[in-house]
């Protein structure tokens, strides 16, 4: 990712780099859908930054989990299976997502001042 502040809005990517996110996204779904395994489909992403490639992989595979574990009931095993990876990956990534919407739910409550909003 660039190392310019300037342009870039706080917490997410310069416009170029939401281009390459978006772009790296899209070579994951074409690839998987071509009947590619998960790691060969993310060979197809163009960003070249190893940092933004991280992200776009994570992202995707963290987005998968959402919509096929956690909305679509199916275990960690099938998606894992689904994408032809290891199932320990795919349960990593599962605590890590649960981990980071723990920490973002404990920074609005202290945002808050440590109040519960009123019903």
């Known amino acids: 990712m660039s190392a310019s502040s300037d342009t ?3 917490g997410g990517f310069t416009p170029e780099e939401d281009r390459l996110h978006e772009s790296g996204i899209a070579a994951i779904r074409e690839g ?12 197809r ?8 490639r991280r ?4 992202d995707f ?23 032809g990876i290891s199932a320990a990956r795919v349960e990593f990534a599962r605590k890590e997502m649960l ?3 723990a920490a973002a739910s404990v ?3 202290r945002r808050q001042g440590g109040k519960l909003p009123e019903s």
């Not at 998987?32 to 060979?43: H, K, V």
């Open 45 to 52: 992403i163009e960003a070249a930054d190893p940092d933004l």
């Open 8 to 10: 870039k809005p706080a």
């Open 55 to 58: 992200i776009i992989v994570d």
């Open 61 to 83: 595979l963290k987005v998968t989990i959402a919509q096929r574990h956690f909305q679509g009931g199916e275990s960690t095993e099938a998606v894992a299976a689904a994408l």
């Open 107 to 109: 920074d609005v409550f």
């Open 32 to 43: 998987l859908a071509a009947g590619l395994g998960f790691d060969a489909a993310c060979a």
């Open 99 to 101: 981990a980071e919407v």
